[in-house]
T-cell receptor, first 112, second 108 residues
Framework: EAQVTQNPRYLITVTGKKLTVTCSQN?????MSWYRQDPGLGLRQIYYSMNVEATDKGDVPEGYKVSRKEKRNFPLILESPSPNQTSLYFC???????????FGPGTRLTVL | KNEVEQSPQNLTAQEGEFITINCSYS?????LHWLQQHPGGGIVSLFM???GKKKHGRLIATINIQEKHSSLHITASHPRDSAVYICAHLPSPDKLIFGTGTRLQVFP
């Protein structure tokens, strides 16, 4: 089954404790992206990747890192999480940004 | 100011009504996505438009490149159509900018 998986689905952590949210797709997609969704602000792009070893900043990259060492995986790293990073995070993939976007199920992160 | 404006923000309808959701964008190239976010949070892609009109079942999406405007129509609405509908446009060939969504509730 074609899908995008994210783990964990729910996470409560404390300020400053490094964490990684994994994202994996099985569709051989070139384009992958991370978004955060906050009430009243909608979805905002954090980072995106056009292909392996090619990542770039979206609109809200501060406090986040990503890597794309393999085509299927695109982890999101929070080196020192802060409460303002409490949000709902989505990973998505597609053949290209013009094509149908496939979204993961979301990760609800709370930083205390 | 968001580069993508959706209207209305909230919409209620009776089952069977014709629904229209609007999306306007200020800059960027001429392509736009429509997405649906279910009450449980999952997001699915409905359409990607670069011109004209697309139809899938009871959903129709149109785009007017000159006016930088797109509409999503739902014919014969049903309670299962209740969701948040989000448009996203491409300000460049590698990024997406999203509207804040339209929350639709369809009552039996």
């Amino acid at each position: 089954e074609a899908q995008v998986t994210q783990n964990p689905r729910y996470l409560i952590t404390v300020t400053g404790k490094k964490l990684t949210v994994t994202c994996s797709q099985n569709m051989n997609h070139e384009y992958m992206s991370w978004y955060r969704q906050d009430p009243g602000l909608g979805l905002r792009q954090i980072y995106y990747s056009m292909n392996v070893e090619a990542t770039d900043k979206g609109d809200v990259p501060e406090g986040y890192k990503v890597s794309r060492k393999e085509k299927r995986n695109f982890p999101l790293i929070l080196e020192s999480p802060s409460p303002n990073q409490t949000s709902l995070y989505f990973c998505a993939s597609s053949r290209a940004v013009y094509n149908e976007q496939f979204f993961g199920p979301g990760t609800r992160l709370t930083v205390l | 100011k968001n580069e993508v404006e959706q209207s209305p923000q909230n919409l209620t309808a009776q089952e069977g009504e014709f629904i229209t959701i609007n999306c306007s964008y200020s800059v960027g190239i001429s392509a736009l996505h429509w997405l649906q976010q279910h009450p449980g949070g999952g997001i699915v892609s409905l359409f990607m438009l670069s011109s004209g009109k697309k139809k899938h079942g009871r959903l129709i999406a149109t785009i007017n490149i000159q006016e930088k405007h797109s509409s999503l129509h739902i014919t014969a609405s049903h309670p299962r159509d209740s969701a948040v509908y989000i448009c996203a446009h491409l300000p460049s060939p590698d990024k997406l900018i999203f509207g804040t969504g339209t929350r639709l509730q369809v009552f039996p």
